[in-house]
C-alpha cells in the first residue's frame, strides 16, 4: 500500500469527519483506530487516517502518539502528513494542537506549518486569524461552555502562541485571494522571521483550495477537515490521485437491531435527543447515578434489550452545560467525564453482545471509548448522513456505525443515520 495522503486525528468523530470529507473529494480513504498492527489487511488506498484519542490527554502522550502514527504513515509513503484537529480549535493553552504541531514539524524536518480550522461548509470561518462560528466569534459561541476545553479565546494566533515553542504568524486573507504563489510567499517569509506554525484566514470554499496548492509539497500541515478538502483537491489537480466516484460501496446490509448513544452535551445533540423521541424510545440517564455505580447503566442496558427486537432505541447521557458545569464541581471534571463515558462504552458493548450491528454515538469522547471498548480496527468510509459524518463499515463487513461530533448533523440526525445504515 502506497498513500499520497496521511492524517492523524486527534478524536475519532473528527477523524470520520476527515475521511467523509476526503472520499466526497475523490480520495480512497480508510479510517483506522489507533495506529494499525502488522495483521491488518487494509485495501488499496489514497488516504489514511488514523484515528488517535488524543484531544484532551496530557500533551506529552499526545505528542508520542501522534508520532507512532506519523512514523507508520512516512513508512507507507506519505509525503504530507496532516494533524486534524477540531473545526472549533478544542484545546486548552497547555495544548494539545501546539506541541502536537511542534513535535511533527520537527519530525518532517519543515521550518513552518500552516494551520487552519477554517470549513466555510459548516460554518467555521476564520478571518484576521480569528475563528468565527456561524455568525459569532469562537468566545461568543457555545464553545465557550465546553466541559472539556472551552475556547475563551477567538484569536487563534494568541491561542496557538500560547502552546508552541515556536512563534506564531498570519496569512491573511487578502494573501490568500492573490493565490497558491502569495500564500508559498508569505511562509517563506515567516519562517526567515522564525515563525513555527501560520494561522491561515479562510472564509469561501476557493480559500482552502488555494492553501491546499500552496502547501501540497510542505511535509505537514495542521487543521480541520475544511484544510483536508483543500489537499485533496489539489491532489486530483496536480494528477497525483484520480478521482475515485464519491462514496464506497459497504457490501451487503447487515440488518438486525439497532440503538443510538449520546454522549454530548452539545446544544446541537440536545436537540436531536429531544426530537428523536418523537420516533423511537429514548431513555436519559441519570449522571449522579452512573458514578454512583453499575447499576444505572445495567438497568438502561436491560430496557434497551426488551426494545431493540421492536426498533430502534437511543440511550442518552446528554444534559446543559448548567448541569455539566454542577456535576463536575461535585465529582471533578475528569472523573465525571471519564465515568459518563465508560458506562456509555459499557452499555455498548452489551448492545452488541445482544445483536445490534448498527449502532450511532454522538459526542467525540464517548465514540472514542465506544469503539476502543468493542475492540474495532479499521472501518471503510460510505455515504454521507450529514456535513461531515459519514456511514462507516468495519473492514470485516459485520457492523454499521456513525460517529457524530457533538455539534454535527440536523435536528433528526438519529433518524436520518439510521435510514443509511440498512
Known sequence: MTLVLGCIADDYTGASDLANTLTKAGLRTVQTIGVPGEGLDLPATDAVVVSLKSRSIPAAQAVARSREAESWLRARGAGHVMFKVCSTFDSTDAGNIGPVTDALREEAGARIALVTPAFPETGRTVYQGHLFVGAVPLHESPLKDHPLNPMRDSNLVRVLARQSRAGVGLVDLATVARGAQAV?????????????????????????????????????????????????????????????????????????????????????????????????????????????????????????????????????????????????????????????????????????????????????????????????????????????????????????????SGNFGGRDFFADALALMP
Open 184 to 404: 508559498r510567499a508569505r511562509l517563506d517569509a515567516l519562517a526567515r522571521e522564525g515563525k513555527g506554525a501560520a494561522i491561515a484566514d479562510a472564509v469561501f470554499d476557493p480559500d482552502l483550495a488555494v492553501l491546499g496548492e500552496a502547501i501540497l509539497t510542505d511535509p505537514v500541515s495542521t487543521g480541520a477537515s475544511g484544510l483536508g478538502l483543500g489537499l485533496a483537491q489539489a491532489l486530483v489537480a496536480s494528477g497525483r490521485v484520480r478521482a475515485a466516484p464519491a462514496g464506497t460501496a459497504l457490501g451487503d446490509p447487515v440488518g438486525g437491531p439497532a440503538a443510538c448513544l449520546a454522549g454530548s452535551c452539545s446544544q446541537a445533540t440536545l436537540g436531536q435527543v429531544a426530537a428523536a423521541e418523537a420516533v423511537m424510545p429514548v431513555r436519559r440517564l441519570d449522571p449522579e447515578r452512573l458514578l454512583a455505580g453499575p447499576q444505572e447503566a445495567e438497568e438502561a442496558l436491560a430496557w434497551a434489550a426488551e426494545r431493540i427486537g421492536a426498533g430502534p432505541v437511543l440511550i442518552a447521557s446528554s444534559q446543559s452545560p448548567e448541569a455539566v458545569t454542577a456535576l463536575q464541581a461535585r465529582h471533578g471534571r475528569d472523573a465525571a467525564g471519564h465515568a459518563i463515558e465508560a458506562a456509555l462504552a459499557g452499555i455498548a458493548a452489551g448492545l452488541v453482545a445482544r445483536g445490534v450491528r448498527r449502532l450511532v454515538v454522538a459526542g467525540g469522547e464517548t465514540s472514542g471509548a465506544v469503539v476502543d471498548t468493542l475492540g474495532l480496527t479499521a472501518f471503510r468510509v460510505g455515504p454521507e448522513i450529514a456535513p461531515g459524518v459519514p456511514v462507516l463499515a468495519t473492514v470485516a463487513g459485520d457492523m454499521r456505525l456513525a460517529l457524530k
